[in-house]
Structure formats: C-alpha cells, structure tokens
C-alpha cells in the first residue's frame, strides 16, 4: 500500500542550526502539508503546497520556514535558525484533492530535537 | 474562532468493553468532520470522513456519527481490543473554496487493558 515516507525519522540540532526535514509524498497525490505536533498538544497547521507554490500557511510558518519540492519527489522543509520551541514532530502529509475533500494520508513523522 | 473539543480527555476500559468519544466543533463554513487514530509516536491515521449529509459511518469495529446541527460528533469503538490504546482525533474541515482549513482537537488518549 502506498505511503508517505519521512526522513530523518529522529534528529537532534543545536539552536540556530539550518535543519531539513524530508519527506516523499504518495506519488500521485497533487497537494502537500507540513503539519507540526509540540509533545503533549494538538497537530497544528504549517503550509499547504499545490502546483509548485505554496496555496496556504499559517502564523507559524514564518519567514524561518520554507518549503521545497526540488525534484518532483521529493517535498521538503528547512528551518533556517531553529529555535527551543520548533522542537517537536514534524508530520508530512499528502492527498489527491485538497485538504478539504478526500482522506489525507501522513507520514510517521519526524521528531526535531533542539537543544 | 474555529475550535474542536474532544472528551474526556483520557479513557482506560477493559478489553472487549465498548467505548464512545466525544467531539464538538465550531467550525465554518462545515465541510467534513474525520476521525484520525494516532499511535504514540506515529502519524495519524484516517478512520473515518464524513459529510454534512451523512450523520454515521463505519469502519470495522469504529463507528462515527455526525450530528451537524448540534455540531457534535462521537467515536464508537466496539468490542476494544489492546491494539486500540492511542489517540483519538477529531478534526473538522471549513471549506474555503481551496486550501487547508483542518482544524484538529488535542484528542482522546484511550488505554485499554487486559
């Protein structure tokens, strides 16, 4: 069955350190999704991707963030100068039609540790 | 502000008992409202979608149902098994026309033990 595939599924960085978490989306799904998860509260909303450009983002998603899918596989996103509250897990997402319709498969995350 | 608000909080029941969780939502204009199971440490995954016209929908031992009116869903869980120890998230979709309008409650974590 297919599946969104994360990597690195663990990684630990010093504050200030550019991190890149990546992340192979369902081959053809169209829409992409970076969601975060802080230990202990709820999955929050970071972007959306569509057609090779971002479609939404929220307040989190500043200017520290940004999203890439540099060869038509792979989706990622780089934290320039992460900070002791991006540590949490990072979960990808993808899906056929938009958030808003259609199940949303996500990947099994990966973990960001700064220390 | 669009919320969702799941309880309890956290369950434990015997296995083979039946269980229901609650969600309550806020959230417009109303699109779909999912049910996710999230294993510790693991993504979530999709147990059940459903529209304002449907108000109950199953996936195997998992019962949703929707009521859009008092804008209150719950999780049936029949016959529990050890294997369903996780969490359960509520999460609601506002359409927009486009983009991402998930909204995700902080869950249910259920335990159950022998």
């Known amino acids: 069955e297919p599946e969104v595939t994360q990597t690195p599924s663990h990684q630990v960085t010093q504050m200030g350190q550019e991190v890149i978490l990546r992340c192979v989306p369902i081959?053809?799904?169209?829409?992409f999704y970076w969601y975060r998860q802080i230990l202990g509260q709820k999955v929050e909303f970071l972007v959306s991707f569509y057609n090779n450009e971002i479609s939404e983002k929220s307040e989190i998603f500043d200017d520290q963030f940004s999203v890439e899918r540099p060869d038509g596989s792979n989706f990622t996103l780089k934290i320039r100068s992460t900070k002791l509250e991006d540590s949490a897990m990072y979960f990808c997402?993808?899906?056929?039609?938009?958030?808003?319709?259609?199940?949303?498969?996500f990947g099994e995350g990966s973990r960001l540790t700064v220390l | 502000k669009n919320q969702v608000e799941q309880s309890p909080q956290s369950l434990i029941i015997l296995e083979g008992k039946n269980c229901t969780l609650q969600?309550?939502?806020?959230?417009?204009?109303?699109?779909?409202l999912r049910w996710y199971k999230q294993d510790t440490g693991r993504g979530p995954v999709s147990l059940t979608i459903m529209t304002f016209s449907e108000n109950t929908k199953s996936n195997g031992r998992y019962t949703a149902t929707l009521d859009a009116d008092t804008k209150q869903s719950s999780l049936h869980i029949t016959a529990s098994q050890l294997s369903d120890s996780a969490s359960y998230i509520c999460v609601v979709s506002a359409y927009t026309g486009g983009g991402n309008k998930l909204t995700f409650g902080t869950g249910t974590q259920l335990k159950v033990e022998l």
């Open positions: 997402a993808s899906n056929l039609a938009g958030a808003n319709t259609g199940e949303l498969f």
């Open positions: 969600c309550n939502y806020t959230v417009s204009p109303f699109s779909n």
């Open positions: 081959s053809n799904h169209l829409y």
